[in-house]
DNA sequence: CCATAACGATTAAATGTCAAACTATTTTTT
DNA sequence: AAAAAATAGTTTGACATTTAATCGTTATGG
């Protein structure tokens, strides 16, 4: 293939990639707003939900953020009562980031909505689509960074 | 398929969709951070660049932000130099934005470098997978928002 | 013609984002 | 054990982003 084709085929299959993806997340991410969360605000939650309690370093890599943001999202999330710091006793550098009763109650409910919603966003294509398009993703984001 | 496996699928397919996504734009930004842009700078230049001075809002919806936030972005261009303002005589609510001859050579340079780039990273796959991953893409973009 | 609606741009407030500098604490080295 | 390095978290500064409110301009329906 010419090299002037090559480049054109990557441009336009970046593009679609892009658009695709943010098109998702847009209308996902709506769920998230509706119960009042942000996107970060949601991944933290979800991260803590399902892995239970951890510390905020391993908040930040769970969510692919750096650990400087993550203290404003937790200090937001602390204000709304839906999360809870505890400094570590054996190792004082370390806050252990823990869901209240209430952050697990609207987690819980609105990991729920977001579920259906990601299930309906995946649903305009077939499980052999889908399959494949887990493969080719996932084959763009082993490259090194 | 029980509904329990498609929402596996489907949840996975997302997360791989979203990873994917993510690392290619991280990698691909690094050259636009390296000219000293952002993303969104880069997209406001590359839209003058490739398709002529335009208003605010045609900026706007070509690079899917809102018109709010592309006073901020042309207001820093502006700053650089790199873009300039011009008020419509014709129309006065309307603002055409242009490169200048500063905006234009470092949008051609980046423009290459980003290009590159690209091309680089999807040429993990092959020219049939860059086809099938962009078909799949835009199916996921095409719903309603 | 004039009141009002529509429209483009701007501004403001809230949150997020990263990088870099900084603090506190622990571990390692000497 | 004291000095140095490493680590977790916080703070700060610059930019981004959205939504909603506002300003100025233009179009439109009575």
Redesign the pocket.
């Known amino acids: 293939m010419k090299q002037d084709a090559t480049s054109k085929l990557a441009l336009n299959t970046y593009t679609k990639l892009m658009r695709g993806a943010e098109s998702v997340t847009v209308r996902v991410g709506r769920k998230m707003s509706d119960a009042g969360l942000?996107?970060?605000?949601f991944g933290v939650l979800e991260a803590l939900l399902h892995k239970g309690p951890m510390?905020?370093?391993d908040v930040?890599s769970k969510i692919?953020?750096?650990?400087?943001?993550i203290?404003?999202?937790?200090?937001?999330l602390e204000k709304q009562g839906l999360v809870q710091?505890e400094r570590s006793l054996?190792?004082?550098?370390?806050?252990t980031v823990l869901l209240t009763e209430k952050g697990r109650g609207l987690i819980e409910a609105t990991f729920a909505e977001v579920e259906a919603a990601i299930v309906a966003e995946m649903g305009v294509l077939t499980d052999a689509e889908q399959e494949t398009l887990g493969k080719l993703c996932k084959k763009l984001g082993l490259r090194e960074g």
């Open positions: 942000t996107i970060s605000q510390c905020q370093r930040a692919l953020k750096s650990t400087g943001n203290t404003l999202v937790i200090d937001n710091r054996e190792d004082r550098r370390y806050c």
